[in-house]
């Protein structure tokens, strides 16, 4: 049996690297991550982190509506790509943005400092719940954590998706690790756009107090 990936930096800094060298035009062109665009919409403006933020699309959307975002990586690649786009659209954008290298599976914010923590499709290296549990402490009274993470199997079909031996966010694990007594709660899966590629799960909370 041949092992797959670690996911460990070696494996992000190597791929992102791969991924800016030969389709920095396809990244440029991608838009924000549809559940962002949903969720976020309708919040004010405040302090943000993109965690995993990849090549900054999510972030950069943040930062032009008004957010002051923090963007964290695991791949230098990807940051100097995001800082470089951040740089060519609009310098009043690229102020907003603080592009910071971070492991994820190790990171802690300030407690209760953020408006806005976003976590779109990160493969998380240990417990899943204790990601959460972490991530949440950083989301400040009346602020919101944002994650989403793409289930490895298609529940429809049995097969793997693209996220097939990666660790990402459930709703079970959401449900878990957040107290429904500090929390507004929305946890669901919802189809994927393209047909046959699986499901996601959208975990937003919004913390009481």
């Known amino acids: 049996m041949v092992d797959g990936p670690t996911y460990d930096q070696t494996f992000w ?10 389709h920095a035009g396809v990244l440029a062109e991608r ?3 549809p559940h962002l665009l949903k969720e976020v919409a309708g919040l004010a403006p405040g302090r943000a982190v993109d965690a995993g933020c990849g090549h900054g699309t999510d972030a950069l959307w943040l930062a032009a509506h008004g957010w002051r975002v923090t963007g964290l990586d695991f791949s230098d690649a990807a ?3 995001a800082r470089a786009r951040a740089e060519s659209l609009d310098p009043e954008i690229a ?3 603080e592009w910071a290298q971070a492991d994820l ?3 802690t914010p300030a407690p209760r400092r953020y408006d806005l923590i976003s976590c779109m499709y990160v493969h998380m290296a240990g417990s899943v719940e204790a990601a959460v549990e972490r ?6 009274p009346g602020g919101t954590l944002l994650m989403v993470g793409h289930r490895p199997i298609d529940p429809s079909t049995g097969a793997e998706t693209a996220a097939a031996g990666q660790n990402q ?10 107290d429904r007594a500090d929390w507004d709660l929305l ?3 919802r189809p994927r756009a393209a047909a046959g590629t699986g499901v996601d799960a959208v975990i937003r909370a919004r913390r009481r107090r």
């Open 13 to 22: 800094e190597a791929l992102w690297a791969k991924t800016v060298r030969e």
């Open 31 to 33: 838009p924000p991550t």
């Open 79 to 81: 940051l100097a790509y």
């Open 95 to 97: 102020a907003r943005v």
């Open 105 to 107: 599976g190790a990171w």
């Open 135 to 140: 991530l949440a402490e950083g989301v400040a």
């Open 169 to 178: 966010v459930s709703v079970e694990a959401a449900v878990a690790a957040l």
């Open 187 to 189: 946890a669901e899966e």
